[in-house]
């Protein structure tokens, strides 16, 4: 027998309680709904009907009283309609006598009813107010009286009766009620008890099987449950037998191998040439290899890290704090995350990376730390960049030359040219305008990367800045079919810019905003204070950026795959390190097929002393 029904049999006895408690409910309603009925049928309507034929009877002695009075039109049809009701009622009475002397009174009641009858025939034939008056009060009333007290002893007889059935169906429930808590009390004993010993029977091969995995898990492989039977319990006996088997075999031959593969991962962890730190939840040093030891120091003792510089050592423990705070491996950046570290007086540049360290529940334990050493590629940008600088700074002078050629070509200034020729010409020109915007953006970002993009603020109206910018760009708005907006909310503070510089970040933010914009949309150029600064934004009616190239459009050379325009993706990357350059932040905020907004701030004069502009981006 399977677990599960030894369970449902062990429940078998409350069930078959309560199904008997059911049944000696149901019968003791039953009873008590019988009870009540009886009264209802047996005395109530006996109960209404004396009391209507007393209500008639008040009603036909008004009307006789009306007659002796001199009134008979009101006399007549009183007597009349109410003779009816007492005659029906009457008849009610009779069919329904149900309790010993009923029968007796309502013969009695038939009989004086059919005396009052007579005796009121004889007293509508007479006309004299003196006779009427002497033959009511002679007989009339008498037999009104004779009637009245007829009705009233069938209605204390069933009165009566209805007392005393009641004070039986109150007996009845009262000792209802005391059989129903005597039996609930035996029944639900007698079911506790028997599922109670049932239950235990059950699940005593339970504690066995808690006793077994308690001694297995502190160690006792020799520990077994010795479970029989075919249930599932019994199944899970002999697979915690089969396990601790296999442990004890496995404890007994896989001590060797495990010291071996330990020495191994030790020895493959030792022969990588970037340092490699593992760290625990508490930030306990757990394994660390040679080139750790070598570059960053890591020694023994109770703090292995105390040799470690000061701002690599904060670094491990924010990228340890990452890990384990369950936000998952860390990745930096990019190359500038690198760190700064002093190597037997040689500078070496290392970027940080971390993995999570899982247990078998798969709780975070630790966090491995590998920090590659990225020097000779950092060498190889500077290397790159300074090949660029190189290469736009040689372009310029023949691009000029080029330019100087072609516009000097299209003026006529060295005769007139045939409308293919000059098609040809208008299309070279835009081509080396467009060189030139890319040598410009090459040199800007050389610049940028030796620190050399130098601004010179000065105090200057936003409003004048965001006039200025839309001015420069209304043209090719207007040819693109896109409106130009501009927006400067009140109050127009002043701010700290370079307007040569800033206007470069506005022409790189309108020319996207133009470009991405469908035919009959609008860019919208905002300003607006911000506390101790001013919030530029421009917004556009466009796609939108995906969401997965949200945190890369401000990074060098990056282009959204399959967008249209110019330029090679340097814009966005040299308008924020500008913007950086006054002390200001820059970023976007956009919804995929809602268009985006991009934005800057740049600082207000006189503001806070961490809000001033520097002198040169980093």
Not at 2 to 16: E, N, V
Request: hydrophobic letters at 40%; charged letters at 25%.
């Amino acid at each position: 027998m399977t677990l599960r029904r030894k369970l449902l049999f062990a429940q078998a006895p409350l069930a078959a309680v309560l199904a008997v408690l059911g049944a000696i409910a149901l019968g003791t309603l039953g009873d008590l709904g019988r009870s009540s009925e009886r009264i209802l049928q047996d005395n109530y309507r006996s109960v209404l009907a004396a009391q209507r034929m007393k209500e008639a009877l008040e009603r036909i002695d008004s009307a006789a009283t009306f007659r002796a009075l001199g009134r008979p039109d009101l006399s007549d049809g009183q007597a009349t309609a109410n003779t009816e009701w007492f005659q029906d009622e009457l008849r009610v009475q009779e069919r329904n006598i149900t309790e010993p002397g009923e029968k007796e009174a309502t013969q009695g009641l038939r009989g004086e009813w059919i005396r009052y009858l007579q005796a009121s025939q004889s007293y509508r034939e007479l006309s004299a107010p003196a006779a009427l008056r002497e033959r009511y009060f002679a007989v009339m009333q008498p037999a009104f009286l004779r009637v009245k007290v007829a009705a009233e002893r069938i209605l204390e007889i069933n009165q009566d009766a209805m007392v005393r059935k009641s004070d039986e169906a109150r007996r009845a429930a009262e000792n209802s009620r005391a059989l129903l808590l005597f039996a609930t009390a035996a029944a639900l004993t007698l079911g506790l008890l028997a599922s109670a010993s049932l239950t235990a029977g059950a699940l005593r091969p339970l504690s066995r099987l808690s006793m077994a995995v308690r001694r297995i898990g502190e160690g006792d492989l020799d520990a077994r449950a010795g479970i029989e039977g075919e249930d599932e319990l019994a199944e899970v006996g002999r697979e915690l037998d089969t396990m601790a088997n296999r442990l004890r075999e496995y404890r007994s031959s896989s001590l060797g191998e495990l010291l071996q593969a330990q020495q191994s991962s030790q020895a493959a962890i030792d022969s990588l040439p970037d340092p490699v730190v593992v760290l625990g939840v508490d930030g306990r040093v757990l394994n660390v290899n040679q080139s750790a030891e070598t570059l960053l120091q890591i020694g023994a003792g109770p703090d292995p890290l105390v040799r470690v510089q000061p701002d690599v050592r904060d670094a491990i423990e924010r990228v340890r704090q990452h890990v384990v705070g369950g936000k998952g491996a860390y990745v930096p950046r990019g190359l500038d995350d690198a760190l700064r570290v002093l190597s037997s007086g040689v500078e070496r540049r290392l970027l940080p990376r971390a993995s999570p360290l899982y247990s078998e529940q798969g709780a975070v334990v630790g966090a491995t730390i590998v920090l590659q050493d990225v020097t000779r590629l950092l060498r190889f940008d500077e290397l790159k960049n300074d090949l660029v600088a190189t290469v736009a700074h040689e372009f310029r002078t023949p691009l000029t030359s080029l330019r100087m050629a072609i516009h000097i070509l299209v003026e006529g200034t060295v005769g007139s040219l045939t409308e293919k020729q000059a098609d040809l010409l208008y299309a070279a020109r835009e081509d080396c305008e467009r060189l030139q915007g890319i040598v410009d953006d090459l040199l800007d970002l050389s610049r940028i990367q030796a620190g050399k993009v130098e601004v010179s603020p000065a105090p200057i109206s936003s409003k004048a800045l965001v006039e200025g910018a839309a001015a420069a760009r209304e043209a090719s708005a207007r040819e693109a079919g896109v409106s130009l907006v501009s927006d400067v909310s009140e109050p127009v503070l002043p701010v700290l810019a370079d307007p040569e510089r800033v206007s470069l970040v506005f022409d790189n933010l309108l020319s996207n905003a133009v470009r991405h914009s469908p035919r009959g949309g609008q860019v919208v150029l905002r300003a607006e204070a911000d506390g101790g600064r001013v919030r530029f934004e421009v917004s556009d009616q466009g796609p939108g950026i995906p969401r997965e190239y949200q945190d890369r459009i401000f990074e060098k050379f990056f282009r959204i795959p399959g967008t249209k325009g110019e330029g090679i993706g340097l814009g966005l990357y040299i308008s924020r390190e500008i913007v950086r350059a006054h002390g200001g932040e820059m970023g976007v905020e956009t919804e995929p097929g809602g268009g985006a907004r991009f934005w800057f701030t740049l600082p207000v004069p006189g503001a806070a002393s961490a809000d001033r502009p520097r002198l040169a981006a980093s």
